[in-house]
T-cell receptor, first 114, second 114 residues
Framework: AQSVTQPDIHITVSEGASLELRCNYSYGATPYLFWYVQSPGQGLQLLLKYFSGDTLVQGIKGFEAEFKRSQSSFNLRKPSVHWSDAAEYFCAVGSYSGNTPLVFGKGTRLSVIA | DAGITQSPRHKVTETGTPVTLRCHQTENHRYMYWYRQDPGHGLRLIHYSYGVKDTDKGEVSDGYSVSRSKTEDFLLTLESATSSQTSVYFC?????????????FGQGTRLTVV
């Protein structure tokens, strides 16, 4: 069965510091991988996605993620965090055909301190 | 937001009463989903639809039913609401004409069962 693990429930970083959020997945076929962000009281917004090709993908708001098949990981990174990045981040895995629902990790809450 | 409207946005109901949440899309996407979001659990799939009148259960479907009589509408019904169904409910869509597999989310419905 497909699953997603986000090992860190809560991370606190200083503004301007770099960020890495971890995501590990389990999937029997070629995975499609996603990162979503959720601000308080809002729905989920897609940050970036990986389907194939270059394993380093760029997203919105200065985020990037790297797909590592050997480690079953899809970690999200940002070189310099802004206070507005404080939110909850979800990693998700889906199928190539798109006919099965996305499976989400439990999320990582990011706090940003001055 | 990708043309997804959830209604109502907030609802308080009494234990034992039936409740229906509505998701309406204007994107003509094939797939529609209902997730619930609870602290510590991330997003869990309740039911999904892969076409008009075609639905299937997710991992937390007990106590819920769905219907999809038109492409644009996906209804979630709590047959007899319980306090454990207090949650935030998100509708999502995917599978547009370009075959994109990412999901687009509504703003959520906060349901409180008292």
């Amino acid at each position: 069965a497909q699953s997603v693990t986000q090992p860190d429930i809560h991370i606190t970083v200083s503004e301007g510091a770099s960020l890495e959020l971890r995501c590990n997945y389990s999937y029997g076929a070629t995975p499609y991988l996603f990162w979503y962000v959720q601000s308080p009281g809002q729905g989920l917004q897609l940050l970036l996605k990986y389907f194939s090709g270059d394993t380093l993908v760029q997203g919105i708001k200065g985020f990037e993620a790297e797909f590592k098949r050997s480690q079953s990981s899809f970690n999200l990174r940002k070189p310099s965090v802004h206070w507005s990045d404080a939110a909850e981040y979800f990693c998700a895995v889906g199928s190539y055909s798109g006919n099965t629902p996305l499976v989400f990790g439990k999320g990582t809450r990011l706090s940003v301190i001055a | 937001d990708a043309g997804i409207t959830q209604s109502p946005r907030h609802k308080v109901t009494e234990t034992g009463t039936p409740v229906t949440l509505r998701c309406h899309q204007t994107e003509n996407h094939r797939y529609m989903y209902w997730y619930r979001q609870d602290p510590g659990h991330g997003l869990r799939l309740i039911h999904y639809s892969y076409g008009v009148k075609d639905t299937d259960k997710g991992e937390v479907s007990d106590g819920y039913s769905v219907s999809r009589s038109k492409t644009e509408d996906f209804l979630l019904t709590l047959e007899s609401a319980t306090s454990s169904q207090t949650s935030v409910y998100f509708c999502a869509i995917s599978g547009g004409e370009r075959g994109n597999t990412e999901a687009f989310f509504g703003q959520g419905t906060r349901l409180t069962v008292v």
